[in-house]
């Protein structure tokens, strides 16, 4: 192990504009990630996620942690019930989630996909 720390004080991301692959199914969202760490194997991602509202199909293949800085939305995991977050939710959505990843008022998040 190279680096067992990694500090991310000194992290300048650049913003990505619409790279997210889920499918749209309603409005016209958009999103800007600004990742401030992917390993060198990319299989681990950490930075912050603004979309704005719309409505998406998803289908989760990594486990993600949220963490809710602005804004609303409803998760709709396939034969359950919605889930209403806001801001101030922390969550973990588990590898082979599929559903509606719906956004209704802007939201910015914190994310860790491993």
């Given amino acids: 192990m ?6 991310l004080r000194d ?6 504009v619409d790279a997210c692959k889920w499918e ?6 958009h999103t800007v990630n600004l990742n401030a760490y ?8 950490m930075g912050t996620w603004i979309c704005t509202p719309g409505k998406w199909y998803v289908e989760y293949v990594k486990w993600e942690y949220c963490d809710f800085q ?5 998760i709709t995991p ?11 939710d922390k969550f973990i959505i588990e590898p082979g989630m599929k559903g509606t ?14």
């Fill in 2 to 7: 190279s680096n067992p720390i990694i500090v």
């Fill in 11 to 16: 992290t300048t991301p650049l913003p990505v």
């Fill in 24 to 29: 749209r199914i309603g409005g016209d969202p």
């Fill in 38 to 45: 992917t390993s060198a194997d990319g299989e681990k991602i």
């Fill in 70 to 74: 602005e804004g609303y939305c409803i």
């Fill in 78 to 88: 396939e034969g359950k019930d919605p889930i209403h977050l806001k801001a101030g």
């Fill in 101 to 114: 990843w719906e956004v209704v008022e802007t939201v910015r998040k914190y994310f860790v996909f491993a």
